[in-house]
Structure formats: C-alpha cells, structure tokens
C-alpha cells in the first residue's frame, strides 16, 4: 500500500541524488584517481580524452542500470504515456548538461555495455568483470595484457552501480514515485 507514502517525482529523484550523478568532476575526484594510477596499456590509437569519455558513458550505463534494479516495472509504466517526466527523461536531461560532446555515442554503447552484462557467465567474477572488458575494448586498450586495469573498472563500476542501487532503493521504500506532484 502506498497511500501513505510521501510522493516523489523522477526529477526530484535525480536532484537528490545528484552527487553521485555522472558528471566530468565526480569522473576526475573518484574515477581518475583510480584509473590513472594504473598502467594502462594504450594501444596505438588509444588516448586518455577517448578514457575519459568512455568513463562518463560507462558511468551513464551504470546510472541507467541501477535505475531499472531498483524500481519495479509499474512504476516505469507511470511514465510510458509521459516519457520527458520519467527517468529516461530525466537521464536523457542530465546528459545533455553533462555529456553533450559524447551523447551521440551512448545508444551504443549502452547497447554494447548492456550486451556485456546479460551474457556474462562466470559465476567467479562480478558482471562488472565483462562490462569492464567491453569498457577496455572501447578505450582501444590492451585486453588481455592488462588485468590490473581490468579489475579496476570492474572495482570502480560494481561500487559505483552499488551505491546508486542502494540511494535508489531507499527512495523506492520511502516514496510512491508519481509523474507530478500537482
């Protein structure tokens, strides 16, 4: 029952959550650190510009998967007739603010990432693990000559789909989400 719920709307979701939102400074304060201080094993046409932008389109892929973890289905329904209302509308606004040189490149690469997660199959390793490879293999990077790189992402990638599942989750216990307030 969720009569006695307060509302939210998706906007209101996302405004709360917008320190652990995607964007090129929480990519330079928590991802670089990490990232740089590996050593990454460039291929000949690699750079760390194409990294950066690939980190901004795995963290979006991370933002957009977490999301539909943690609300159930008729929830995302609400918002079928009303689509700038929604998280997809939401997620779609808040790249354009924050990754509008790269957004032409995302339906791709969240296809790829998102090929990646649903045919991971070793139980050994997170699914992290192969969209991490995939996020490699985008960068141009040496695969298979560089796992310190490789269990880095996947490090960074499951902390980061974990505490936005978490965020996520606690709103969808607390609040019935709803496509205004009006």
Known sequence: MTDNKEKITPELIFLSAE????TREILEARWWPVISSVEMKLTQHGSVRQIKDELMLLMY????????SSFRPEVWAIFDTRPKEGFYGQ??????????????????????????????????VPHG???????????????DADQVSLLAVTNLF??????????FKSIN???EIVASLT
């Open 129 to 143: 693990y192969s969209v991490a490879k995939q996020f490699l293999l985008n960068c141009e990077l040496e695969v």
């Open 19 to 22: 320190n652990l939102l995607p």
């Open 173 to 175: 216990a607390k609040y």
């Open 61 to 68: 892929f991370a933002l957009e998967l977490s999301l539909v």
């Open 91 to 124: 997620l779609l606004f808040h790249g354009k603010k924050h990754l509008s040189e790269i957004l032409g490149k995302y339906p791709k690469r969240q296809e790829q990432y998102e090929i990646a997660w649903e045919s991971h199959s070793d139980p050994t």
């Open 158 to 167: 499951t902390l980061y789909i974990n505490s936005l599942v978490e965020h």
